[in-house]
């Protein structure tokens, strides 16, 4: 291994002023036959660079050269696989991982151990050694050590592999050098004569030293007498600094006790003000003052003054109960006393509170009902046998509602005591509510019932046969008869003591409750529409809900106000009012957002079960009154569509949570369900159409019918807020009679099928190009498409053929052509030579065709019906079809026939003057 070193020293790296340290012969894991060597080497220049080089064998001689090269700053890790075995594997990690084995475990720790002193030496302990026994890693002497990096260094050891001892002479000890041998000439060439003159030299300085040293100890021997001097001195002052701080001990303790007696006074003077600031506080916010002791005890509930100033006792009390006590208080007798009396003020005057509204309410309640319209209290003083539909037809002039706006003033009155009821006795508040409902629902009940008789009564009486039956006493069984049969025609409707169930169904208020339809529509005249009644059942039905909307909204309003339950209650504990302090009191708790939106859900909750209770018999009577007008006439669902769904829209931007605009939006739904009914009816009524086999069929009664329902569907409709419903009923109907129409035309037999639609259609096209109904547009258009399309067909299917022989000979021309024969040629064929030509023509005269034509006009007379006025129409569209015809032969005689004079026996203008002449005679 020595001579290789020698011989890569000396091939590779003196060349390069490399110096070799440590080599190592190695093979890559795995591939153990390609052997090299890994060489540790440092610059002879500086700065030094030390490198790892790999050396390889070169393939072609027995020299080695140099492979590849790695600054040793960049091995991160060296890693020796086995700390305590021996292994010869190594890693060394560069800018990957190479792993080699070496061929001993010696070489291997030997190049590792030199690594090690370079990273010492160099880098200082910037790679990690992993796996290597501590025995490899020993420390380098400290004199090596100090030596700067900057220096020309090398490893210590034995032969090449140690460092290098060598240092540099620096600038100043080369000076002094080269100073001291000039004083010497002979130095360089009698080192002896030099040696011995620096010896010398070196002597005397050293017994001048020792000179010196013995000259100064008398000095040190006085120097030392003034230490012990100055020591005494220190002791006497530090015995003097003693007494004084004993002195001043003494001054602190006196202090001390001053100090104490300082703070005691003060506590005692901070502990009365305290004291004092309690006091007043529990007396100025406890203290209930006598005057509202009094008016909370024997106060007036029934005068304005009384009642304002049992409400300022009140809230005074409820403000002295929600003092916000500080801890410690409550221990107190005096505090627990006064609570006392408090709780029995509170109780005493809620139930003295209690008795007087309840009171208030059985007198209001009595003095409505003893004032109510002699019409409403003939239902209420019913007695049996009594004749309640002759009182009620009698006074049924007018249909108003009372109003109770002098009830809601009187009992505002004592809104703020009702809050004040809220806050401080839940239980005797929710009990007076109660009993405020029972009261007015049952007044209501009473209002309500007797205003919807009326309504139901000027419904029913607007006929003479209505206004009879109407009067006329009936017997219980009948009463029951028909009472079953209104609520047959309405799932919600039940058992209402309402007395309409007393009232007959039937005669000319009901005339159109079993047949008002499309059909019926088509039959009638202006006068047998009866829009007087509509129009008048229109009326009476806003009515009704222009006298229910104010009462419930004047209702809850007040509701809502007299049982405060739209405001925030003070919660116990508050204060009267949020962020309100006095003096000296302790603020208030507030109520969170969390809170305030409970306790608002809450009272809109309270509201609208109050709400329910109290008109609880409004939404069964409206869904009677609604059936009532349905029965009377199917289409005035619409007038009660257009009417509902305009309150409701009002009532939602009023308040879209309010018991108004929930009930009737549940009304509208039934009003909705029976609009949809009557549109499905009318569809059902149309497919049932039967035709008569004997007569003409003309405009059927439904394709009228649509036209009615159109133009009063407009007229309701105009600018409501359903106009979509009404849209989608006209898209229902329109496709119901498209089909019912065809299906009529394909079932008559006196009428040919396209005079049927021809007219049908027309008349519809004519109807919706009229009305100009924009959902309707495809459907016009549609209907002019089958108008034109059946007239046309109409139009060739009855004129057929008028000069059928000639028809039949210029078919077999045109045959011929077909053949390959050309036209001027055809004269030569046999069959259609110019003699059988004239033959053909001299058939058809023109007082024949005349004749055929009249004939003609007076079938398509028969067919046509006059309503619709189509005759004019269809015989100007046979005219131009026989003029087509006529012209088309008149072409092929010039073309197959040229030059040989045949002429028709009549012309255009003689054909115009038979279509003239004939539709004038008739």
């Known amino acids: 291994m020595t001579a290789i070193k020698h011989a890569l020293q000396r091939d590779i790296f003196t060349p390069n002023d490399e110096r070799l340290l440590s080599i190592v012969n190695v093979c890559k894991a795995g591939k153990k036959k390609k052997n090299c060597f890994l060489c540790a080497t440092v610059t002879t220049e500086r700065p030094v660079q030390v490198k790892v080089v790999k050396v390889k064998k070169s393939d072609k001689g027995d020299f080695y050269k140099r492979q590849t090269a790695w600054e040793l700053r960049e091995l991160a890790v060296v890693d020796a696989k086995d700390a305590n075995k021996e292994n010869p594997e190594f890693d060394l990690h560069f800018e990957k991982v190479y792993k080699w084995v070496a061929s001993s475990t010696a070489e291997k720790n030997s190049f590792i151990s030199c690594i090690w002193k370079l990273n010492q030496r160099y880098l200082r302990k910037k790679i990690d050694f992993v796996n290597v026994s501590s025995q490899l890693l020993e420390e380098l002497p400290k004199a090596e050590e100090s030596v700067p990096s900057g220096e020309n260094q090398s490893v210590a050891g034995g032969d090449e592999e140690t460092l290098d001892d060598y240092q540099e002479l620096n600038t100043r000890e080369e000076q002094d050098i080269e100073i001291m041998m000039e004083g010497c000439e002979y130095a360089i060439s009698n080192a002896e004569a030099f040696a011995e003159k620096l010896s010398r030299e070196l002597q005397v300085l050293d017994g001048a030293n020792i000179q010196s040293i013995m000259a100064s100890e008398k000095q040190v021997n006085t120097l030392m007498q003034l230490l012990d001097e100055a020591l005494n001195e220190v002791d006497t002052i530090e015995g003097k600094l003693s007494s004084y701080e004993e002195m001043l001990q003494s001054v602190k ?131 049996p046998g009594h004749d309640q539909s002759a009182t009620l037809a009698q006074h049924s002039v007018e249909l108003s509602l009372p109003k109770h706006n002098p009830l809601h003033r009187d009992l505002l009155r004592y809104a703020k005591l009702m809050e004040w009821l809220k806050n401080a006795q839940r239980e005797k508040y929710e009990g007076l509510t109660g009993n405020y409902v029972d009261y007015i629902a049952r007044l209501y009940e009473r209002e309500i019932k007797d205003f919807f008789e009326v309504a139901k009564i000027k419904m029913t009486g607007s006929t003479k046969e209505g206004k009879k039956f109407a009067t006329l006493p009936r017997k219980e069984s009948a009463v029951k008869q028909e009472t079953e049969s209104l609520h047959g025609s309405s799932g919600k409707l039940t058992g209402s003591t309402s007395s309409l169930n007393k009232l007959p169904i039937q005669g000319g208020g009901s005339r159109r409750s079993q047949s008002s339809s499309l059909l019926d529509m088509g039959n009638m005249s202006a006068s047998d529409l009866d829009v007087a009644d509509r129009t008048k059942f229109d009326k009476i039905f806003e009515q009704v809900l222009s006298e229910l909307e104010p009462l419930c909204l004047a209702e809850q309003d007040f509701i809502s106000k007299f049982f405060k339950l739209q405001q925030q209650p003070s919660m116990p504990g508050s204060t009267a009012a949020d962020g309100e302090e006095a003096d000296g009191a302790v603020p208030s708790r507030h109520v969170s957002v969390g809170e305030r939106q409970q306790t608002s859900t809450s009272d809109k909750d309270l509201v609208r079960h109050m709400m329910n209770k109290v008109f609880h018999c409004i939404e069964v009577e409206l869904n009677n009154l609604i059936a009532l007008g349905d029965k009377i006439d199917s289409f005035n669902s619409l007038y009660m569509l257009v009417k509902m769904s305009h309150h409701v829209w009002t009532a939602e931007n009023v308040d879209p949570g309010s018991y108004l605009s929930t009930t009737l939006g549940n009304v509208l739904v039934t009003v909705k369900r029976n609009f949809d009914k009557c549109i499905s009816t009318q569809i059902k009524q149309m497919e049932e159409v039967k035709i008569s086999k004997k007569s003409k069929v003309g405009i059927l009664p439904f394709v009228t019918g649509i036209e009615q329902f159109a133009e009063l569907a407009e007229t309701i409709f105009r600018n409501a807020e359903r106009r979509g419903d009404l849209d989608k009923a006209y898209v229902k109907l329109i496709r119901a009679v498209y089909f019912n129409v065809e299906k009529v035309a394909n079932e008559s037999q006196k009428t040919p099928r396209d005079v049927v639609m021809m007219e049908n259609f027309h008349h519809i096209f004519s109807t919706l190009s009229r009305l100009k109904i924009s959902c309707l547009e495809t459907e016009r258009k549609e209907a002019k498409y089958k108008y034109t399309d059946h007239l046309q067909s109409y139009v060739i299917y009855s004129l057929g053929q008028p000069l059928e022989k000639l028809n039949h000979f210029f078919e077999g021309v045109e045959a011929r052509v077909a053949q390959g024969v050309r036209e001027e040629e055809v004269s030569y064929q046999l069959a259609f030579n110019k003699q059988e030509l004239r033959k053909v023509i001299k058939e058809y005269p023109g007082k024949e065709v005349k004749k055929g034509l009249d004939n003609l006009y007076k079938k398509v007379d028969k067919h046509l019906c006059e309503e619709e006025n189509l005759l004019q129409v269809v015989w100007h569209s046979m005219q131009d079809e026989f003029i087509r015809q006529y012209k088309h032969f008149v072409g092929l005689i010039g073309r197959c026939y040229p030059g040989s004079g045949i002429t028709m026996d009549f012309t255009i203008q003689d054909i115009l003057e038979y279509f003239s002449s004939i539709a004038q005679s008739h």
């Open 253 to 383: 303790e006196q202090m001390d006790q001053i100090s104490q007696s300082n703070h005691l006074i003060q506590l005692s003077n901070t502990n009365n003000v305290r004291l004092l600031e309690e006091i007043e506080f529990l007396v100025n916010h406890m203290d209930l003052s006598k005057g509202h002791i009094k008016a909370l005890q024997d106060g007036d509930l029934s005068s304005s003054k009384g009642i304002e100033a049992c409400t300022d006792a009140a809230e005074a009390l409820l403000q002295c109960m929600n003092v916000a006590l500080r801890p410690g208080h409550d221990k107190l007798h005096a505090v627990k006393q006064q609570q006392h009396l408090f709780n029995d003020l509170r109780e005493q005057f809620a139930r003295r509170l209690t008795n007087h509204l309840n009171n208030v309410f059985v007198h209001q309640f009595n003095h409505f009902t003893q004032t109510l319209p002699h019409f409403f209290r003939a239902s209420f003083l019913s007695l």
